[in-house]
């Protein structure tokens, strides 16, 4: 038996891998069991911005837990404060509460903003409603599947809790319509990835800003994913030079080696939190908060959102290069890139398999985008060859009968 076959057998099926067998990395490249070599183009969804084994992370990793890992927050540990303080000069808020996957922190964000709401703007018990976007993406717990739009992540995990209004993401004159005395928070994506790389019309996260202060409404940005250097920036909000009341990160918080999350926010928002109302057994624990506060480091010491910002320029320009008609459109913004594709020529998915064959890994969403989101380490020799192979891919879907 295999190592496919073996865990189609004992694994619950709810991911499609593709057909490659990994077994070790190093910076933009992985390889499989047999020794052949990928180009890393997706980089975990951003969590392994860092790139694969990045020396310091793993010197880091290994230093600490050696040390101690985890304790619980029922005691403190001598790692923790350093992370947090270092996440509110970054984001210029004043408070952090730490947690382990994306999905968390978003949990999080809920929670402060209707607690927020209750104790704060003082809407009826019970009554509080968020603004979320069509088409948004913010991890699979059964709430936030709850006010998701697509319906393969809703089937069959119902009921599901109210108090979520969808409007139409970038559109500002939808967000006004839809506040309400009982809104308390809008929460969205500054980019949104799994729905395709979408990236707001220019200006819109200025006006949601001023918004969401004229209506006295938490507004909270997910960057998860376009957060610490995706787009060229430590965070997206910054390229419209705005600061959020609360924001939630995650994957390259970790460095690639760990799941670290957390919710940033106001003081005022943070301070709603008391003992007991929140927390997690492994978030914040001392090895998450040493390898995290590590990975901060290592991003501004290698200045990667600042390389991110040059080579996704590259990037950007060799993809709008490229003249074919399966391409539909190219979106992005720095080190993130979304094709969308013809269907009439071949689906996402088939060509990321071409890809993967030519080796070079990426991943399809929503069946006509494929993803690029490659390790904030790679150099221009590197995108090159991805290019490369997909053009050989787009000609061959082009030839196809």
């Not at 540990?77 to 952090?96: I, N, Q, V």
């Not at 221009?380 to 290019?387: A, F, G, M, N, Q």
């Not at 490369?388 to 082009?398: G, S």
Request: aromatic letters at 8%.
């Amino acid at each position: 038996m295999n190592e496919i076959e073996r865990e189609e057998r004992y694994g619950a099926r709810n991911y499609a891998p593709l057909p490659v067998v990994l077994s070790h990395g190093k910076g933009v490249w992985v390889w499989d069991v047999d020794g052949t070599r990928y180009l890393d183009m997706m980089s975990a969804y951003s969590a392994v911005s860092h790139g694969h084994a990045h020396p310091r992370l793993v010197a880091a990793l290994t230093a600490q837990a050696q040390r101690l890992a985890v304790v619980s927050r029922a005691f403190y540990s001598d790692r923790l404060g350093a992370f947090l303080e270092r996440l509110c000069d970054l984001t210029t808020l004043g408070g952090a509460l730490p947690m382990n996957t994306g999905a968390e922190a978003v949990e999080t964000a809920i929670k402060a903003a209707r607690r927020w709401g209750y104790s704060v703007k003082r809407i009826p018990a019970g009554r509080a409603e968020i603004i979320v976007a069509e088409g948004n993406f913010h991890g699979r717990t059964t709430t936030i599947v709850g006010f998701s739009s697509e319906p393969a992540y809703r089937a069959d995990f119902g009921p599901f809790a109210p108090g979520f209004v969808r409007v139409p993401f970038g559109d500002i004159d939808a967000v006004r319509a839809a506040i309400t005395p009982n809104t308390c928070a809008v929460l969205f994506e500054t980019i949104q990835g799994e729905g395709g790389i979408i990236v707001p019309p220019g200006g819109f996260l200025r006006e949601l800003r001023q918004l969401c202060t004229e209506q006295n409404v938490l507004l909270l940005l997910d960057e998860i994913q376009s957060g610490l250097g995706r787009t060229g920036k430590w965070f997206a909000y910054q390229h419209e030079n705005i600061v959020p009341d609360g924001v939630m990160l995650g994957k390259a918080l970790g460095g690639g080696l760990l799941p670290v999350s957390a919710f940033v926010a106001r003081r005022d928002v943070i301070d709603l939190f008391e003992p007991g109302s929140h927390g997690s057994t492994f978030g914040g624990n001392a090895l998450a908060a040493a390898v995290a506060l590590e990975a901060l480091d290592v991003m501004a010491d290698e200045d990667l959102p600042g390389r991110s910002a040059e080579m996704g320029e590259y990037l950007l320009s060799r993809l709008h290069a490229i003249h074919s008609p399966v391409i539909r459109e190219v979106r992005g913004r720095g080190l993130w890139a979304g094709i969308e594709i013809d269907p009439s020529f071949a689906s996402a998915h088939e060509l990321s398999l071409q890809l993967l064959r030519r080796h070079i890994l990426a991943k399809e969403t929503r069946t006509t985008v494929l993803r690029l989101a490659p390790p904030l380490v790679i150099g221009r020799s590197e995108i090159d060859l991805c290019i490369a192979a997909l053009k050989a891919v787009l000609a061959e879907a082009e030839d196809r009968p």
